[in-house]
């Protein structure tokens, strides 16, 4: 079975990880989601911000974090979620948009709110010091 092939973005703010809701789910995401037919990372991830929290991510700041492979989130088929994870500086202010029920700032304690990638990224960002 072919994995999902999807993009998110890493933003520590205050040593809290930005995290999404979207409408009719329980579990906060990464910002982010899949690309779209021939689509590279940079301009897949800058599209999914753009639409989710209204920030324009600065293409030229992109750095790799990490690529995932763990359990999706809502599949009982067992399936995958491939994640190519980055960093990147941006412009605005992130702000739900009408696709997204909440934005959350989540530390180390919140991981079981979050899907199995975004607990692994917790955990990352928990070892690197940069957030509680």
Do not use: N
Request: aromatic letters at 8%; hydrophobic letters at 40%.
């Amino acid at each position: 079975m072919t994995p999902i092939d999807a993009l998110a973005w890493v933003h520590v703010r205050d040593r809290r990880l930005l995290s999404v809701r979207t409408r009719g789910k329980e579990k906060f995401y990464l910002p982010g989601g899949k690309r779209e037919p021939g689509e590279g990372d940079v301009a897949g991830l800058c599209r999914e911000i753009r639409e989710e929290l209204g920030v324009e991510l600065d293409p030229l700041t992109f750095r790799f974090f990490a690529l995932l492979d763990e359990q999706a989130d809502g599949f009982a088929d067992g399936r995958r979620v491939r994640m190519t994870c980055y960093t990147a500086g941006y412009t605005g202010e992130p702000m739900p948009s009408a696709e997204i029920a909440e934005a959350a700032w989540l530390g180390s304690a919140d991981a079981a709110a979050c899907p199995p990638a975004g607990q692994r990224v917790l955990r990352m960002l928990a070892e690197l010091g940069v957030v509680d």
